[in-house]
């Protein structure tokens, strides 16, 4: 599969699952976009790995709850590589904070970051993609909690419940453009998110075995879902999500 000449845009892909989509895109030749907030120096380590790859990179420092923001990250894509094919909202945070405890800054903080990005994100990829005129590729990274409660989470929960109508409304609507827009819910992944799990034995052994698979995603293998997504093989996929969750969404304690 390559995606040569393909020009992608990755929002908050300096670590975890973005860092991944992005070595992923360039190892399949697409030129990348880095979108990042804070960590410039691991930003610039990435565009290292990306050109000994083969393939070129920018970094840019954009705050993507802003669409100010957004629409100079994609101005500078189009400026430095001529064109966009494929946008990756990936930014998100979460608070761990229940409905009962959530401040209003902290669900105005996530709404912002997971929700509002995904959306000025889609809206302002896809009017340059309709400019160019050939269609492309919108990808949201959300989550099996699109669709699934987490208690204790709230907020995140809803911002991804948010994707998940995103992704269907912003594909029916883009559809006669040759715009495909899909998502990938993925379940626990090893990354920054989730350290505090990770650091704790009990509760990454109640994860573990809460996940029929018993482990925790690479983030890579949450990138090759990405991947495949922006390639030819998807051709016909579009207003949906692809779970990439070790079987999560479906356990039960079979009681
Ligand atoms: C959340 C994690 C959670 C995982 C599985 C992810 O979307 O960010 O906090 O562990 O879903 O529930």
């Given amino acids: 599969m390559s995606l040569k000449n393909k020009v992608a845009i990755i929002t908050g892909g300096n670590s975890g699952i973005g860092q991944a989509i992005v070595l992923e895109l360039a190892r399949q030749q697409a030129n990348v976009v880095i979108d990042y907030i804070c960590h410039p120096e691991a930003t610039e380590a990435l565009e290292r790995e990306v050109a000994q790859l083969g393939d070129q990179s920018i970094g840019v420092k954009a705050?993507?709850?802003?669409?100010?923001?957004?629409?100079?990250?994609?101005?500078?894509?189009?400026?430095?590589?001529?064109?966009?094919?494929?946008?990756?909202?990936?930014?998100?945070?979460?608070?761990?904070?229940?409905?009962?405890?959530?401040?209003?800054?902290?669900?105005?903080?996530?709404?912002?970051?997971?929700?509002?990005?995904?959306?000025?994100?889609?809206?302002?990829?896809?009017?340059?993609?309709?400019?160019?005129g050939d269609g492309g590729r919108i990808i949201n990274i959300s989550s099996v909690h699109e669709d699934w409660p987490m208690p204790g989470n709230t907020p995140y929960c809803l911002s991804k419940g948010g994707m998940r109508m995103l992704t269907r409304t912003a594909g029916v609507e883009l559809a006669a453009h040759n715009i495909l827009v899909v998502g990938v819910g993925p379940g626990a992944v090893a990354t920054p998110i989730n350290v505090s799990t990770m650091q704790d034995a009990a509760k990454l052994a109640l994860l573990n075995k809460a996940i029929p698979l018993q482990r925790l995603a690479r983030p890579d293998e949450i990138a090759r879902v990405v991947g495949f997504l922006a390639g030819d093989g998807a051709s016909y996929l579009t207003a949906t999500t692809i779970f990439a969750d070790g079987g999560i969404m479906h356990n039960s304690v079979g009681l």
């Fill in 63 to 132: 705050d993507v709850s802003k669409p100010g923001d957004l629409q100079m990250l994609v101005d500078q894509a189009v400026n430095r590589f001529g064109r966009i094919d494929i946008m990756v909202n990936n930014a998100g945070v979460e608070t761990r904070t229940s409905v009962l405890d959530t401040t209003e800054e902290q669900y105005e903080r996530v709404m912002a970051i997971n929700l509002k990005s995904a959306f000025f994100g889609t809206q302002i990829a896809a009017q340059q993609m309709i400019k160019q």
